[in-house]
Structures are given as structure tokens and as C-alpha cells.
């Protein structure tokens, strides 16, 4: 088993939040990582960081309102910043400016998203400019989507567990339907069978809706799914 696959085997299986992030500072040249949602779905809250510094670039994004992690989200793509300081000004005029103070010289970004669901980001950033390479860009990609998986199922769960319900759906009958939908939702989004339950579980949490309606839903044709060269993208059809 390659390093790559035995650090997605350990995100998969990971015990707690501080384990998401180990593998990124393992496997890449860098100084500092950290795992955060952003936005609406979750809430903005770093889930691990391994050093002070990864913890406040995190903090600086969610009070600003601006920065990599943002855009890294919303378009579903990696911020590489070679030379962080000369280029974020421009483009992040508070928080380049606030990173002048840091020992921070690059950053590579990547998406946390399942889906068209936007989740929160990984920030890694090194004290030395410098470049992420090709190779290590796609192992990052693959590292980000196992995250990914690991963020929205630990908020699904939380979720849950803060509610005192459940996981659904229960019944024989709920269970058939999910299972159906899920089955849709693979041919719609060309995913595997796990992704394409995040998928639904994922939807639902979004939108407080439970699983099952989400699933009827889809099985009705009032909810779809598609690949395009973005990512997985939701549509509605009422």
C-alpha cells in the first residue's frame, strides 16, 4: 500500500477531528495545516489545526469574510500561493494585508465539498515560498475528497446526536427507498454508492429535510444530480 493510500485509509477511519490533518503534513512539504468548515452548511470553526499559526490564518478568513479558503469552496478548485504575501493583496486586500504579519510565506488551499454542497477548506502554507508540485496537487485533490467525506458525515452524526434522534431513515420501507434513490443518483452523478448517499444525506442536512423526502424527491424527479467539468451539481424540477 502506497503512503497516499494508507493516508486516505486513515482519514477514512480517523477517530476524531486532530487526526484530518496529520496526513497532509506527513505527506507534503509544508509547515502547518488545518481543517475548517466555512460558510452556511456547518458553520465557520476550525476542526484541527496542527500549529497556532494554521489556527489563524482560519480565524483571520472567518472574521474578514475573505480569502483562499473562501474562494478554494465556493469554486471547488486549489488556491496554490507560491508567494502568499506579494499576491494576496491584490486579490485579498484585508487579509493580505493581515498576513504580513505571519510567518507565512506560501499557501495551497483545498476544497472541503460534497458535491455542490460547499463544506469548508484545508489551509496549508509553508514558511518558505515556494510551489506545491503537479504530482502532489492530485494527492492533495484525493486527500481534500476523503476529508470531505469525513467532515459531512461527523456533522450528519453531531447533528443527530445533538437532536437525540435517530439516524434515518428506520424502516424496511425507508430503507428501499434511499436505496433506490441512491441507486438514481449514482447513474445521475457517475459516483460510487457511498458518495451517492453523502450525496442525499447531505442534501437533506443542508435543507433540514429527512432523508426519506429527499430520496422521494429524486425517485419523483423533483431533485437530480449531474457531473459537469465543475464538480456534481443539484438541480430542482418542480
Not at 434515518?168 to 428501499?176: A, F, K, L, N, Y
Request: charged share 25%; with cysteine; proline share 5%.
Amino acid at each position: 500500500m502506497s503512503k497516499l493510500d494508507e493516508a486516505v485509509r486513515a482519514i477514512a477511519l480517523a477517530p476524531n477531528a486532530d487526526a484530518l490533518s496529520r496526513p497532509f503534513l506527513d505527506l507534503f512539504p509544508v509547515t502547518g495545516v488545518s481543517v475548517a468548515t466555512v460558510g452556511s452548511v456547518l458553520g465557520n470553526e476550525t476542526l484541527t489545526a496542527t500549529d497556532g499559526t494554521a489556527e489563524r490564518l482560519d480565524e483571520l478568513q472567518f472574521d474578514l469574510g475573505e480569502g483562499p479558503c473562501w474562494d478554494s469552496m465556493r469554486s471547488g478548485s486549489p488556491v496554490i500561493l507560491a508567494d502568499a504575501r506579494a499576491s494576496t493583496p491584490a486579490v485579498w486586500p484585508l487579509f493580505g494585508a493581515a498576513l504580513q504579519s505571519l510567518d507565512v510565506r506560501a499557501m495551497f488551499v483545498f476544497p472541503v465539498r460534497v458535491g455542490p454542497l460547499e463544506l469548508g477548506a484545508i489551509d496549508m502554507y509553508s514558511d518558505r515560498a515556494e510551489s506545491l508540485p503537479d504530482e502532489a496537487v492530485d494527492d492533495a485533490r484525493l486527500l481534500a475528497r476523503a476529508v470531505s467525506r469525513a467532515v459531512l458525515k461527523n456533522g450528519i452524526e453531531r447533528q443527530a446526536h445533538d437532536a437525540g434522534v435517530e439516524p434515518d431513515p428506520v424502516g424496511s420501507h425507508s430503507r428501499r427507498i434511499v436505496h433506490q434513490a441512491t441507486g438514481r443518483v449514482i447513474v445521475q452523478a457517475d459516483v460510487s454508492v457511498d458518495d451517492a448517499y453523502l450525496l442525499i444525506q447531505g442534501h437533506a442536512y443542508s435543507t433540514g429535510a429527512r432523508v426519506t423526502d429527499v430520496a422521494a424527491e429524486i425517485l419523483d424527479g423533483r431533485l437530480s444530480f449531474s457531473a459537469t467539468e465543475f464538480g456534481i451539481e443539484e438541480h430542482r424540477n418542480d
